[in-house]
């Protein structure tokens, strides 16, 4: 059945919809509704191996304020349309800006980018949704204030409240951003605003600075969930260092990743290295300096040893590059310095390169400002490997343990390559955990080689289930492959809160496999 719009909400007839629409942009204003194949097209983009048709929105509603997003809410429950809300809207690799479900209209909040304060003694800042990190980037250079931020790698396009609703992480010592969370305001499904920890309490003024508040400590259900609308959200800026130094640990095997492991765990726990150290792969490293597979082998299929070899020669690349960073007063830098210098003396491998030996190199560069909060937009080099932008994070966790590192290394090498893909990954050093993201890069315009990588992505899936690992987080079309990796108690519990605050299942059905 043909249908003026590009997609419907499962259950709603064109006819509802109409009149849905009708009501959207009486409350919003008829230029925040948007229908047009021409106007959807930018939340349409999936990078997965599945059809885009399966993500495709049936509109997409702007707001500019916490009261259009309440009758946004409430036109949803009038007419039972589910309604999937962004924030920057660039979770490339995770299902972009495209809904979990095809027909669900989206709720961008890119117009809500007010920085609402910065308190630059307190280090705190207050951020409605659309605000992004090169605004705040800006914000903190043109007023000279003496913070830093933490960002994921898109940094400039990219803002801390999607990237934080979703739990993601960046590379300075707060780089673990949920951690850094302080207080949040939500639209509920029912159209009530919650402040979380002390946003409740009138005259208040410790929202930014005390997470808890009072009882139940709500705000991490609140994340990767669908449980409400997240309007405006707090967290803490890193005072700037007078000290900061970057710098480069090569290891040449990749069977060195086990030692890498258990020489830095300890200095990441007594916090000498304070920031979320990254060990990258070596075709992490050539692609983000702008290496591609093509400028090396044409046959198709998974990338042999030799050719890792020669472009470590070629580039100077090691197996694994570990970038870390000190960060502190001189004195403190220093007497760290030694005590890393040391502990790689010690272990008899590694070749330590600093910011003077490194100069303006790639990927040393983009590094060095992804862990001192300098936006850039290097990393996305990762595209032009294998070309064709088909890319899907696995992002296993473990403990920070040499043996586990190594087990995991070797079983995603091991499946990527049979299914004819590159293991194009790093580890990331969080305080006792590694967060280990692969990004599966595969062409998506060839048919064939996106059921490869659709296929690829299961058995990685299934066979890390099989030895006790599951990831962090996890693009839309597998989010209910990977809710059923955490076991049926914790789907009954998240369904119960679901029903009860949102009995109609408006908000983000499906993320998360969460449904009412
Ligand atoms: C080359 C490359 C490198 C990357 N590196 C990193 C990295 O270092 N770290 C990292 O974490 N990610 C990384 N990513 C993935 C992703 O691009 C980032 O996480 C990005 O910050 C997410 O997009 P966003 O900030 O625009 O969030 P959004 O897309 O706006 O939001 C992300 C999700 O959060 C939920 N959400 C958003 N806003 C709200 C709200 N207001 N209320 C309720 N729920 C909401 C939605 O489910 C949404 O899909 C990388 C991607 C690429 C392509």
Same mark, same amino acid.
Not at 143 to 149: A, C, D, H, V
Not at 264 to 284: D, S, Y
Not at 473 to 501: H, M
């Given at each position: 059945m043909t249908s003026k719009y590009q997609a419907l909400p499962k259950g709603v007839s064109e006819a509802r919809f109409d009149a849905a629409i009708k009501k959207f942009s009486a409350a919003l204003g008829a230029d925040q509704v948007l229908t047009s194949a021409e106007h959807l097209r930018p939340y349409t983009k999936v990078m997965m191996s599945v059809p885009d048709a399966r993500h495709q929105p049936s509109a997409v509603v702007t707001a500019t304020s916490v009261e259009q997003v309440q009758a946004v809410v409430k036109i949803c429950n009038e007419y039972k349309i589910p309604v999937w809300t962004i924030s920057t809207g660039r979770n490339f690799g995770y +299902? &972009?800006?495209? #809904?979990?479900?095809?027909g669900q209209i989206v709720l961008d909040l890119? %117009?809500?980018?007010?920085?609402?304060h910065i308190d630059p003694e307190l280090c705190t800042a207050l951020v409605e949704p659309g605000v992004t990190y090169q605004q705040l980037y800006d914000y903190i250079e043109d007023n000279k204030l003496p913070l830093m931020l933490s960002f994921s790698a898109?940094?400039?396009?990219? /803002?801390p409240v999607g990237n934080t609703m979703d739990r993601g992480v960046g590379y300075t #010592?707060? /780089?673990e951003h949920f951690l850094m969370q302080c207080g949040m305001e939500l639209v509920l499904a029912n159209g009530d605003v919650l402040r979380t920890g002390m946003g409740g309490?009138? +005259?208040? %003024?410790?929202w930014q600075v005390f997470? @808890? /508040?009072? +009882? #139940?400590?709500?705000?991490?259900?609140?994340t990767q969930s669908n449980y409400g609308i997240c309007t405006k959200m707090g967290f803490w800026l890193m005072p700037k260092p007078p000290v900061f130094k970057p710098f480069e640990i090569k290891f040449?095997?990749?069977?060195d990743i086990n030692e890498i492991v258990e020489m830095l765990r300890p200095l990441r726990i007594a916090n000498i290295i304070p920031n979320a150290v990254v060990i990258a792969g070596t075709l992490w490293e050539a692609a983000t300096c702008g290496v591609r597979r093509s400028d090396y082998i044409t046959e198709p299929g998974a990338t042999p040893d030799s050719v890792l070899a020669q472009i470590r020669k070629d580039k100077h690349l090691g197996a694994w590059n570990v970038y870390c960073a000190l960060y502190g007063s001189p004195e403190q830098v220093e007497v760290n310095w030694k005590i890393v210098t040391e502990t790689i003396k010690r272990a008899g491998k590694g070749r330590i390169v600093t910011q003077e030996e490194a100069g303006d190199t790639q990927p040393f560069k983009y590094r060095a400002q992804l862990m001192s909060g300098v936006p850039n937009l $290097?990393?996305? +080099?990762? =595209?032009? @490997? !294998?070309? /064709?932008?088909g890319s899907m994070w696995f992002a296993p966790v473990s403990q920070a343990r040499g043996s586990e590192c190594d087990k995991q290394y070797a079983l995603a090498k091991q499946i990527l390559n049979k299914h004819g893909?590159? =293991?194009v990954g790093e580890f990331i050093v969080g305080w006792r955990d590694m967060h280990h993201v692969i990004d599966v890069l595969y062409? !998506?315009?060839s048919e064939e080689e996106t059921k490869r990588a659709n296929a690829c992505f299961n058995e990685l899936l299934d066979e890390f289930e099989k030895e006790g690992y599951a990831v962090y987080r996890v693009n839309t079309a597998f989010q209910e492959r990977v809710a $059923? &990796? =955490?076991?049926p108690v914790k789907r009954s519990v998240e369904r119960k809160i679901k029903r009860a605050l949102d009995p109609n299942g408006i908000l983000s059905p499906g993320k998360s496999g969460i449904n009412i």
């Amino acid at each position: 059945m043909t249908s003026k719009y590009q997609a419907l909400p499962k259950g709603v007839s064109e006819a509802r919809f109409d009149a849905a629409i009708k009501k959207f942009s009486a409350a919003l204003g008829a230029d925040q509704v948007l229908t047009s194949a021409e106007h959807l097209r930018p939340y349409t983009k999936v990078m997965m191996s599945v059809p885009d048709a399966r993500h495709q929105p049936s509109a997409v509603v702007t707001a500019t304020s916490v009261e259009q997003v309440q009758a946004v809410v409430k036109i949803c429950n009038e007419y039972k349309i589910p309604v999937w809300t962004i924030s920057t809207g660039r979770n490339f690799g995770y +299902g &972009s800006a495209a #809904p979990v479900e095809r027909g669900q209209i989206v709720l961008d909040l890119k %117009k809500m980018n007010k920085i609402i304060h910065i308190d630059p003694e307190l280090c705190t800042a207050l951020v409605e949704p659309g605000v992004t990190y090169q605004q705040l980037y800006d914000y903190i250079e043109d007023n000279k204030l003496p913070l830093m931020l933490s960002f994921s790698a898109p940094s400039a396009i990219a /803002g801390p409240v999607g990237n934080t609703m979703d739990r993601g992480v960046g590379y300075t #010592p707060y /780089g673990e951003h949920f951690l850094m969370q302080c207080g949040m305001e939500l639209v509920l499904a029912n159209g009530d605003v919650l402040r979380t920890g002390m946003g409740g309490v009138k +005259g208040d %003024k410790a929202w930014q600075v005390f997470k @808890w /508040g009072y +009882g #139940p400590t709500l705000d991490g259900m609140f994340t990767q969930s669908n449980y409400g609308i997240c309007t405006k959200m707090g967290f803490w800026l890193m005072p700037k260092p007078p000290v900061f130094k970057p710098f480069e640990i090569k290891f040449d095997n990749e069977a060195d990743i086990n030692e890498i492991v258990e020489m830095l765990r300890p200095l990441r726990i007594a916090n000498i290295i304070p920031n979320a150290v990254v060990i990258a792969g070596t075709l992490w490293e050539a692609a983000t300096c702008g290496v591609r597979r093509s400028d090396y082998i044409t046959e198709p299929g998974a990338t042999p040893d030799s050719v890792l070899a020669q472009i470590r020669k070629d580039k100077h690349l090691g197996a694994w590059n570990v970038y870390c960073a000190l960060y502190g007063s001189p004195e403190q830098v220093e007497v760290n310095w030694k005590i890393v210098t040391e502990t790689i003396k010690r272990a008899g491998k590694g070749r330590i390169v600093t910011q003077e030996e490194a100069g303006d190199t790639q990927p040393f560069k983009y590094r060095a400002q992804l862990m001192s909060g300098v936006p850039n937009l $290097q990393e996305f +080099g990762l =595209y032009n @490997w !294998r070309g /064709g932008g088909g890319s899907m994070w696995f992002a296993p966790v473990s403990q920070a343990r040499g043996s586990e590192c190594d087990k995991q290394y070797a079983l995603a090498k091991q499946i990527l390559n049979k299914h004819g893909l590159d =293991y194009v990954g790093e580890f990331i050093v969080g305080w006792r955990d590694m967060h280990h993201v692969i990004d599966v890069l595969y062409d !998506r315009t060839s048919e064939e080689e996106t059921k490869r990588a659709n296929a690829c992505f299961n058995e990685l899936l299934d066979e890390f289930e099989k030895e006790g690992y599951a990831v962090y987080r996890v693009n839309t079309a597998f989010q209910e492959r990977v809710a $059923q &990796s =955490y076991g049926p108690v914790k789907r009954s519990v998240e369904r119960k809160i679901k029903r009860a605050l949102d009995p109609n299942g408006i908000l983000s059905p499906g993320k998360s496999g969460i449904n009412i």
